[in-house]
């Protein structure tokens, strides 16, 4: 098995997060909460790296104290919510999502380590889009498993 990560890997990862997520709004809408977080703790496994250690989680609709999530619990409230450890959480995974998509701006790869920057793009079920400036950092693990070991997600900056 080899070590060094590939861009092919890079982009296949994004994928892999992009068809979670939709699969956490379907499986909200189809059979609701339980479902989706069944879902979203499967997809929580399978892409991050919280086996590795604490993963340098800033989600897009974050703030104040709970800015920061680097424990599994904190992310699997922002993406299903309803967490009374997490008041504002309003579940980003269950908003109907149908498609993600992503624009690379930069990578950068060393051995094992990689980190991706560019857009995501998500469209709900109504057709909404919602365009996000997004970055994450992968380490690949004994398993030769990408695993997120920072996701930094922002809205784009609106100038005046």
Known sequence: MTTTITEQELVDARKIWGDALVAVSKAYEESGIEAA?????????????????????????????????????????????????????????????????????????QGDIAMWMGWVTFTDKDGNVTKVDKSWGYKKDEEGTLRIVLHHSSLPYQPE
């Open 37 to 109: 977080r069944e879902v979203a703790n499967g997809s929580l496994d399978a892409a991050y790296g919280y086996n590795l250690g604490p993963v340098l989680f800033k989600p897009t609709l974050a703030s104040g104290e709970q800015t920061f999530r680097p424990t599994r619990e904190g992310a699997l409230s922002y993406f299903v919510g309803h967490n009374d450890d997490y008041p504002l959480d309003g579940g980003f995974g269950i908003k109907g999502w149908r498609e993600v998509v992503s624009e690379t701006s930069a990578s950068f790869i």
